[in-house]
């Protein structure tokens, strides 16, 4: 069983003996004098939301409004009835309430470092759309375990500012004191009191009171998908109600989707906020969606992404045996009737010393993750993978020869690889002009960099772009960064590799223990 599948059962067992001590004990009761607030984090649908202590713990701590009626009281209630029987990695976890004081009532959850929707509203936040996209389905995640219990909840005040991130940017969902529950199947209307909700994330058929299911929180999900795309505010132009519900609902007025938004996801949005509910998709196929759409940010190349999707669509790493069995049938070094790759490697004698293994190897130097701990396995991640078919080519086109190219450039002394431009400097400091290196460029998917010493000592930098497959550095163009440095080795004033590399003893034991190319 690998790592992943050995999380989700443990994440599954604790989820069931969570609801199982729930069933049994109830909501958790805490004492007010447990409870010590501390700075203002916000306002809830019932109260107001402090970072506070609760048994020697950092806690959120919402306390209920000062005026208590039977209503509120009564939301207050199921509130905590709902929040102690959710259990999902992707939910703010709920540690216990004080329910026992009239006029102090107060429920304590983990404490989290922001929501989203300030993160995104901050020029100053780096957050590369892959990361967002990621955190869109965390949020899809813990909605789709939501509308995938029996009874059904449906969350009603789905927004970006009710979805909560950690210190790992996970997201997790939060505030359920507007949550329905409600058999599935069934439909739901609200009474007299009104729509309930933020209106400018509310579906149309609840703006006009009509019958709505869970596909409301589906539409606010649109919105939420929109917000991260753009980050930009929601619907600032409207200042009256009215004529905002007349937009919404008579119109069918939406945001405006950027034109550089990728084909997939301006489809999925879409969807989400169609006018007609039962056109709009339930959260297991939004989870499927975005998933699609994170392979295809990380993999821009075609093939590649169906590599993943094909085998490993529901994680961002798997480790280095399982990448290489795949990866080696996916361009036909093994099929259905030979052993896997990793046997082969590990158990063919015919393989010790050749440039298949040489080629592995230096295909693993370069995309595998160091363990994180004693006990972790070497992993691959998806955007390394994307990075280095970048790098070194098209998987339809090449297929196994992408080892080939890689081995042949690891070959050269004066490539470094993924070295940053601080320790590339490092290298080349106090060397003699002309002295050069070449690494993967930090800043440019698919090009690479000459970091070279030159006159007076002083160190420069040359990007080497990739436009349509071939490499070019001013107006010179080649099929390979080796071609492209002996090609324009006088002209860009370069002699002399820089020693260091570190694929260099890979390729010097190889060849000790046998190998010839």
């Not at 970072?51 to 509130?79: I, N």
């Not at 790098?391 to 080892?403: M, P, V």
């Not at 490499?471 to 006088?490: D, H, P």
């Amino acid at each position: 069983m690998n790592t992943n599948r050995k999380k989700d059962v443990y994440v599954q067992q604790y989820q069931q003996s969570l609801q199982q001590a729930s069933d049994i004990l109830g909501p958790p009761e805490i004492s007010e004098n447990e409870i010590t607030t501390e700075a203002l984090l916000g306002d809830g649908s019932f109260g107001t939301v402090y970072k506070g202590r609760c048994r020697q713990k950092d806690v959120a701590v919402k306390v209920m409004l000062k005026q208590v009626d039977e209503k509120t009281l009564k939301d207050f209630r199921k509130e905590v009835a709902i929040m102690s029987k959710i259990f999902h990695p992707n939910i703010v976890l709920f540690l216990g309430a004080c329910t026992s004081t009239p006029g102090k009532l107060m429920i304590c959850t983990e404490l989290m470092k922001g929501n989203l929707e300030t993160l995104l509203l901050d020029p100053q936040v780096k957050l590369p759309l892959v990361i967002r996209m990621r955190m869109a389905k965390d949020a899809a995640l813990g909605v789709l375990w939501l509308h995938s219990s029996n009874p059904v909840f449906i969350h009603r005040d789905l927004k970006t500012s009710n979805l909560l991130v950690d210190q790992n940017l996970t997201v997790k969902v939060c505030d359920f004191g507007l949550s329905q529950i409600k058999q599935r199947g069934e439909n739901l209307k609200d009474g007299q009191e009104g729509a309930k909700g933020t209106p400018l994330w509310m579906a149309p058929e609840v703006l006009q009171g009509k019958m709505f299911n869970e596909k409301a929180d589906v539409y606010s999900f649109g919105l939420v998908l929109w917000q991260i795309y753009t980050r930009q505010e929601l619907f600032p132009e409207f200042d009256n109600f009215f004529k905002f519900v007349a937009a919404i609902c008579d119109k069918q007025l939406r945001p405006n989707i950027p034109e550089d938004c990728p084909k997939p996801l301006k489809a999925l949005i879409q969807r989400c906020w169609d006018p007609n509910p039962d056109n709009r998709p339930g959260f297991d196929g939004i989870v499927s969606a975005l998933e699609e759409i994170i392979i295809e940010l990380c993999i821009p190349d075609e093939y590649g992404a169906i590599l993943w999707k094909t085998h490993f669509r529901h994680v961002d790493e798997v480790n280095w045996k399982d990448f290489v069995n795949v990866f080696a049938n996916f361009v036909g070094l093994t099929n259905a009737n030979t052993p896997s790759m990793s046997d082969l490697l590990q158990f063919s004698p015919n393989l010790n010393g050749s440039t298949i293994e040489l080629n592995f190897k230096c295909l693993k130097s370069i995309i595998v993750s160091s363990p994180k701990g004693p006990h972790e396995e070497e992993v691959v991640s998806m955007e390394q993978f994307g990075k280095v078919l970048a790098w070194f080519g098209n998987l339809k086109e090449d297929g196994a020869q992408i080892l080939d190219k890689i081995r042949q450039l690891m070959e050269c002394a004066w490539f470094h690889g993924d070295i940053s431009t601080s320790e590339s400097e490092n290298r080349l400091r106090q060397k003699p002009e002309g002295t050069f290196l070449v690494r993967f460029s930090t800043s440019e998917s698919g090009a690479y960099t000459i970091s070279k010493v030159s006159k007076n000592g002083g160190i420069s930098h040359q990007r080497i772009h990739r436009p349509q497959g071939k490499f070019q550095v001013n107006n010179s163009k080649y099929l390979s960064v080796k071609e492209l440095i002996t090609g324009e080795a006088s002209s860009l004033g370069i002699n002399t590799p820089c020693l260091g590399s570190r694929f260099l003893s890979l390729i010097y034991k190889a060849q000790l223990s046998g190998y010839i190319n």
